[in-house]
């Protein structure tokens, strides 16, 4: 069992950067694949990229393509997400996710509560 909590959200200018955590708890944090995903107000809740268990392999959604990256730690038991040159458009709530490597919701069992990124223009 997992347990999974984000931070590091916050608002930002167009063009700015943030770097947002997701600390978990749990001894088969390793043994998972983890993600991130985003949902915009009245939106969807939409794929933003993904790692295997070791960080070797990694997807991303081609709206955030060149401009983030996904990373984990095991050691740490902590993954990130790296976002560069953000976008008004990238303005949503950002939730972690263990579970399998794939792009649904459906696959992932864990979720945290989410953290508010707030891009300006």
């Known amino acids: 069992q997992v347990q999974l909590v984000e931070s590091g959200g916050g608002s930002v200018q167009a063009g700015g950067s943030l770097r947002l955590s997701c600390a978990a708890s749990?001894?088969?944090?390793?043994?998972?694949?983890m993600a991130w995903f985003r949902q915009a107000p009245g939106k969807d809740r939409e794929f933003v990229a993904n790692?295997?268990?070791?960080?070797?392999?990694?997807v991303y959604a081609d709206s955030v393509k060149g401009r983030f990256t996904i990373s984990r730690d095991n050691a740490k038991n902590t993954m990130y997400l790296q976002m560069n040159s953000l976008k008004p458009e990238d303005t949503a709530v950002y939730y972690c996710?263990?579970?399998?490597?794939?792009?649904?919701?459906?696959?992932?069992?864990?979720w945290g509560q989410g953290t508010q990124v707030t891009v300006s223009s």
């Open positions: 749990g001894r088969t944090f390793s043994r998972h694949a």
């Open positions: 996710a263990a579970g399998a490597m794939r792009t649904m919701t459906s696959a992932y069992a864990y």
């Open positions: 790692t295997d268990y070791s960080g070797s392999s990694t």
